[in-house]
Each structure stands twice: as C-alpha cells, then as structure tokens.
C-alpha cells in the first residue's frame, strides 16, 4: 500500500500546524503500533484531524486489520450503535485524548509520534478489509461499508492516472479524517504516491492561502469551502494567488454549482475539477484536467471503473444526448465488499452485479456524466456530509415534546442543503436551539437541523404516509 515507507524515508509524508512526520518517521510510530495490534481483526480509530490519526490508520493497514475511523463528535446513541455493529477489540487514540463511555469497554492503545520499530513489508491480501466506513442511508442507523485493501488501491491508482498525481504533490486540505474524502483520498492518497499531506485542522481561506504560499500544490475541498473561498477572492488578492498558483483544485462529495465554479475560473484563470464518488464505490468518475467544458458534470469514468445509466426497470440507456434521465451503476475493483452485518441491504445494492448509486444522472457526446438529482429524496447532502432524514426523525421523536417530526433538506448557498425539521410539539414547543442540540448530542452535530418549523400536523397522504413534497422537501 505504501511503497514509500521504505524508499524515500527523508521526505516528508505529514504535515499537521507545526508538526511534520517523514516517511521514516511514520514507518517507525506505525511499526510500534503494529506489534501491538497482533491478534486484532479490527480496531476504532478515534479520527481527530491529527497527525495520530493517520499514523493509526498507516498501522492498521499495514497489520492487515480492519480500521473503524469513528468521527469524535458522535452523539451518544450513533456511537453506541457503531461500536455495537462493527465490534472493534480496541481502540486507538492520541495519548490524552478523553474517549467517550460509549468506547470505554474496549481496549485503549495510545498513538504516539514516535516509535522504534520496522514497519512491516509483507503484503497483505488485497480482499482483506481496509476499513468500514458508517454512512447514512434513507432509514435506520448508519450501516458500515466494508472496503478492502483492493479497492482502496485501485481507486487511488486511478486518480493518480488521470490526475497526474505523483510524490511531488503536496495535498492540501480541511476534510474530517472520518469518511472516504478527507482520509482515503486526502491521507492515504498522498501517502500511497509518496508525497505529503497537509492538513490544516480546520478549514479556513486564510489556512489555504498559507498552505500555497508553502509548497502545497493540490487542494481537495467539499463545495461549501470552494464557495466559501469563492466568496473571499473579490477581496483577498493573496487568496486568488494561491489558488492560480496551484496544479490542481478538487472538488467532490457533493455537487459544486455553476456560479461558484465560474467566480473561481475568473478570479484564478484555474478551472476546478470535480470528481464524484461514493463510500461503497470510493471514486467512479472524473473531469479530465484541462477539459474545457468539464464544468458542471462529474466527468467521465475513471480508468478501472464501467458505468451506465439504467431507466426505471433496469434496462441499460444508451443514449449520450445530454438529456435522457437515467440512475447510474457502476461496477469495478474500486467497489465495497459489502454491508457490515447487512446481507439484505447488500443484496439490495446490487443488479445483475452492477452498483446501484440512487444518483440521477444525463450522459453527454463525450460521455460526461452530470448528475441532476438524487433516487431518494430522503437522503440530504449538507456540507458534503450524507445524512438519512429517518435517523433525524427518530433522534427527534426521543424528544419528550416532540409529538410528530419529519426531516427536510433545503438548498443552502453555502451548504448546499440544510436541515430542516417540521415539529408538531407535544404541548408548548420547545426552542428550536434545544432539538438542534438534542440532535447533534444523540447523533452528531452535523446531522442538527439549522431550521426548525412548527406545524398543527404534518400533511399526509391517504395511506397516512408524510408528503414531503408539500413540505418542499
Ligand atoms: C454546532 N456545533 C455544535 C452544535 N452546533 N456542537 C454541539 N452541539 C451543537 N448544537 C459545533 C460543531 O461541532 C463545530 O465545532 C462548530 O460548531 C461548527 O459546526 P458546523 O456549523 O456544523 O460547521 P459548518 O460550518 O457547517 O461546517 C462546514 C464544513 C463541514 C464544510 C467545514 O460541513 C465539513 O467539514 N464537511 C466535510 C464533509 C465530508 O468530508 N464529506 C465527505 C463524505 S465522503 P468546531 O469546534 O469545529 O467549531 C463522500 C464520498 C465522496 O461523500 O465522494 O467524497
Ligand atoms: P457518501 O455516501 O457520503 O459517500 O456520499 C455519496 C454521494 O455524494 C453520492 O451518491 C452523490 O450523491 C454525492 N456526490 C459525491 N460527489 C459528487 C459530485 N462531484 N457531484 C454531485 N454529487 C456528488
């Protein structure tokens, strides 16, 4: 996975605020922790947006054992669910960091930046698990995406093709080191090519312009931190010339909007790429680097991956007018092994072999894909996070003055959707900064609803089933 442990141990692999670890650093700090992961078959990883994480996550891989990166914000019944579903037999974390009672049965091995070990050079098997990832589906709690060594590889190699990524590339971003984007794209990416990661902790313009003015040359960011740095560049010079001075910016996870993609190209001459991916699919499709009219589609299919849009029966469309709706699917090494615990939703995901993505997408003459909406509506992006409307709803029902609740997303300028949830309170309705916080303590912050509406019922339909879309969701 990381031929540069060994190979180039002088250069530097991370960089987080003031701390940098080269690659021989980090062979040694995750080689420690390698001898201790014996007999382990999967581990959680705390996943701060710290150095520790990566060396955590470096160590289980290289030990063949499977890493359940759990984002530190989770609420207390997400975590309780994690924990149960994925039963890791430890637990790693920074020394000092505070863990949560949710995790307080498991084993605590404490990360250090330092060690005095080999890393390993045995390969391991490339069907073994790499990682399983909780995402959010439409109801129930998360389910955890099991993704193997395979997968992870082929998905990086691939960018690596079309992007002309190389050890020379400093990766510069702000992603939460929780989910596919920020740690297999943004962390293992970099380290698998032999470059350098640098992560800022947490996203700012200032961060970015510093970080470009010091070597980095690859930006990857949500939509909300292009917009946000779309925002700033009529007045901020140094931003606009750290990010014409950049080889790449990257944008995924989410749709990037015309506007925002148009105020970057003119204020920068430099046209951000968006790539578009999925937790069980890791990357499928990419705009070429230096395709003009790129902008506004996801691109076309990375090298390993076949894609086809399909109608309503499954019936593969061969149309390329731009125009005829279809659901994507996707097949290729760089897909997921499965659904942790979950044969049925596994079995579900899948057609005649084929992925079933739930995107919306047209196809054009050059085989562009542009997404243009989503199968289930009860699925929200926000910020870039996927979040299910039913886990929301659920978390706010517990609430002992919510009688009915139904979730909704709104386009937001900035995060793309919102939450927003529809309340008919059981009595006098509480304050809407209470169920926000209710929320982001049961679940995780980035599931609160930013809105909350009071209602004398919800409307329903005659099977007594919530219409949404008259809520305009
Ligand atoms: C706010 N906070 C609360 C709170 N309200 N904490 C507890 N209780 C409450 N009621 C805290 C937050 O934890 C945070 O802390 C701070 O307040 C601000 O939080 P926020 O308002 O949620 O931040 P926001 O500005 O909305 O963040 C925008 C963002 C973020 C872009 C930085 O959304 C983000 O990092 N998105 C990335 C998502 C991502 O990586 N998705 C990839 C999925 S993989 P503090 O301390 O931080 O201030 C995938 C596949 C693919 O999709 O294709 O890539
Ligand atoms: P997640 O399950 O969090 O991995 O989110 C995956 C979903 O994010 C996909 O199914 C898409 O709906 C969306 N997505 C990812 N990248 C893009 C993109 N570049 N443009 C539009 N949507 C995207």
């Not at 309780?80 to 960091?97: C, K, M, Q, Y």
């Not at 912050?445 to 219409?467: I, Q, S, T, Y």
């Amino acid at each position: 996975m990381f031929p540069a442990l060994h190979r180039t141990p002088q250069r530097p692999a991370l960089r987080f605020g003031d701390t940098t670890l080269t690659y021989g650093e980090l062979a040694t700090a995750a080689g420690a922790l390698v001898r201790r992961l014996a007999g382990v078959r999967r581990v959680a990883v705390w996943a701060t947006p710290e150095p520790e994480t990566a060396v955590a996550v470096v160590a289980g891989l290289l030990a063949g054992v499977a890493v359940v990166p759990v984002n530190p914000r989770t609420g207390e019944r997400e975590l309780t669910h994690i924990a149960g579903d994925s039963a890791p037999e430890a637990v790693l974390a920074a020394a000092g960091a505070e863990l949560p009672a949710g995790l307080a049965g498991l084993t605590r091995l404490d990360v250090a930046l330092t060690g005095d070990a080999e890393a390993p050079r045995a390969a391991v098997d490339p069907e073994t698990p790499a990682f399983v990832v909780y995402t959010s589906g439409t109801t129930g709690p998360p389910k955890g995406v099991v993704l193997s060594h395979r997968a992870v590889t082929a998905t990086l190699d691939d960018l690596a093709e079309v992007w002309g990524w190389s050890d020379a590339d400093t990766v510069v971003h702000a992603l939460p080191l929780f989910h596919v984007h920020g740690l297999i794209l943004g962390v293992l990416g970099p380290l698998r090519r032999g470059g350098t990661v640098r992560h800022l902790g947490r996203f700012s313009p200032e961060g970015v312009t510093e970080a470009f003015a010091d070597g980095g040359t690859v930006l990857f960011g949500v939509p909300t931190m292009y917009h946000r740095l779309a925002e700033r560049l009529a007045d901020d010079p140094e931003l606009v010339k750290a990010l014409a001075g950049a080889r790449l910016l990257v944008s995924g996870s989410a749709a990037l909007p015309l506007r925002d993609h148009r105020l970057l190209t003119a204020a920068t001459g430099r046209r951000v790429v968006e790539r578009y991916g999925m937790t069980e699919t890791l990357m499928n499709t990419s705009v070429l680097p230096g395709d003009p009219d790129g902008a506004g589609t996801v691109g076309v299919p990375l090298p390993s991956v076949r894609a086809r849009l399909v109608d309503d029966a499954g019936s593969p469309l061969e149309a390329a007018d731009a125009e005829t709706v279809g659901e994507i699917e996707v097949r290729g090494p760089n897909l997921f092994s499965g659904y942790l615990n979950r044969p049925d939703a596994t079995e579900a995901a899948f057609r005649d072999g084929w992925f079933r993505t739930g995107d919306m997408a047209v196809r054009d003459a050059a085989g562009r894909y542009r997404i243009v909406g989503r199968r289930a509506t009860d699925l929200i992006k926000s910020g870039g996070y996927k979040i299910g409307a039913g886990e929301i709803e659920n978390a706010l029902l517990e609430h002992p003055a919510v009688a009915e609740a139904a979730v909704t997303g709104e386009p937001d300028d900035d995060l793309g959707e919102r939450i927003v949830a529809w309340i008919v309170p059981a009595g006098e309705p509480p304050a809407p900064q209470e169920l926000a916080d209710h929320v982001a303590r049961t679940l995780a912050p980035h599931k609160r609803p930013r809105a909350v509406r009071f209602l004398a019922e919800l409307p329903r339909n005659d099977m007594g089933k919530v219409m949404k879309r008259s809520l305009g969701g």
